[in-house]
C-alpha cells in the first residue's frame, strides 16, 4: 500500500510563491507516475503536473509558473508554484500510479487528503 500526505499550502496573495510538498510511504517501488491534480468549487478536478518515468508534464494554465519535482532520498513530490493568480486557487491533491500517460482517473490509484491553497488579490 501507498500513502499520500499533502501538506504546504495556505494563503497568499496574487503574484507570491507557495510550494506544496507530497509525503510518499508504503510499497513506493510500485510507484513510477506521480501527479498534482487541483479542484476548486464548483468545478471539476483537473490536472496540473505529473512526472512518470522522469517526464514532467504541465497542464497549459500553469506551464512557465509551476515546477513539479520529486527528492528520492526523502520521498517527497515537490510543486513550486510562483506568479500564484486567484484562478489558482483550490484544493490541490497528490495522486499516484503505476504509469501515466495521460490526466485520466484511472492511471491514479492513490490519492492525498489534499492541501488547500486560496490566492486573494
Known amino acids: 500500500q501507498v500513502q499520500l500526505v499533502e501538506s504546504g499550502g495556505g494563503s497568499v496573495r496574487t503574484g507570491e510563491s507557495l510550494r506544496l510538498s507530497c509525503a510518499v510511504s508504503g510499497y513506493t517501488v510500485s510507484v513510477n507516475c506521480i501527479a498534482w491534480f487541483r479542484q476548486a468549487p464548483g468545478k471539476e478536478r483537473e490536472g496540473v503536473a505529473r512526472?512518470?518515468?522522469?517526464?514532467?508534464t504541465y497542464a497549459d494554465s500553469v506551464k512557465g509558473r509551476f515546477t513539479i519535482s520529486k527528492d528520492i532520498t526523502k520521498n517527497t513530490l515537490y510543486l513550486e508554484m510562483n506568479n500564484l493568480k486567484p484562478e489558482d486557487t483550490a484544493m490541490y491533491y497528490c495522486?499516484?500510479?503505476?504509469?501515466?500517460?495521460?490526466?485520466?482517473?484511472?492511471?491514479?490509484?492513490?490519492w492525498g487528503q489534499g492541501t488547500q491553497v486560496t490566492v486573494f488579490s
Open positions: 495522486a499516484a500510479g503505476r504509469a501515466c500517460y495521460g490526466w485520466q482517473a484511472g492511471y491514479f490509484t492513490v
Open positions: 512526472i512518470n518515468s522522469d517526464v514532467r
